[in-house]
């Protein structure tokens, strides 16, 4: 199965924000769950302490500990977003100022293959490490060999019918981990 797609800047711009909140989902909930643990601890360590009681210290101090986590963890994911987003705009950029604007998808029986002005690959099915359709609309797919790359198809590019053959396709290809 063979697709070619052109490129269009608010679809790309749409997918680049997605991914991201896919990618970072997980550190948010690990961000998210110190802040809990930073107000619980810190609440208990104030009211024991209020009571006069040393045991109250050390539940303050835990609280502040995931306080700090929280707030490095607030601080990461704002200058991941940055820089991200930085670097999918220049290459947005330069993929819009190229003559060919064209993205060629190939799901080939032994392989998987993708392919633009600025980027091409082609790696067997054995180092495509997990797909996974997001909004019912989008499909992620992840290679893994010596970095990561990441490959987002959206249903409007190749219409439902192709998108459902495809998600079949890549069950039979790929073991999701």
């Known amino acids: 199965m063979k697709y070619?797609?052109?490129?269009?800047l608010?679809?790309?711009?749409?997918?680049?924000?997605?991914?991201f909140d896919y990618a970072i989902a997980k550190t948010k909930e690990r961000k998210n769950k110190?802040?809990?643990?930073?107000?619980?601890?810190s609440l208990i360590g104030f009211g024991i302490?209020?009571?006069?009681?040393?045991?109250?210290?050390v539940f303050l101090s835990f609280g502040?500990?995931?306080?700090?986590?929280?707030y490095t963890y607030f601080q990461n994911i704002?200058?991941?977003?940055?820089l991200y987003f930085e670097t999918i705009k220049k290459y947005s950029e330069d993929l819009s100022e190229s003559s060919n604007q064209t993205a060629i998808w190939d799901f080939g029986e032994?392989?998987?293959?993708?392919?633009?002005?600025?980027?091409e690959i082609k790696t067997k099915w054995q180092y495509i490490k997990s797909f996974k359709k997001i909004?019912?609309?989008?499909?992620i797919l992840e290679a893994n060999q010596l970095f990561i790359t990441t490959f987002i198809l959206s249903k409007d590019e190749v219409g439902e019918v192709e998108f459902d053959k495809i998600i079949k396709f890549l069950e039979t290809k790929i073991k999701n981990k």
């Open 49 to 57: 302490s209020y009571l006069k009681e040393a045991l109250g210290f």
């Open 78 to 82: 704002k200058k991941s977003k940055k």
């Open 110 to 119: 032994d392989y998987f293959s993708f392919s633009n002005s600025q980027f």
């Open 10 to 19: 608010q679809k790309f711009n749409f997918q680049t924000e997605l991914y």
């Open 4 to 8: 070619s797609i052109v490129h269009n």
């Open 34 to 41: 110190f802040l809990l643990y930073g107000l619980i601890f």
């Open 64 to 70: 502040v500990f995931y306080l700090i986590f929280f």
């Open 135 to 139: 909004n019912q609309d989008n499909l």
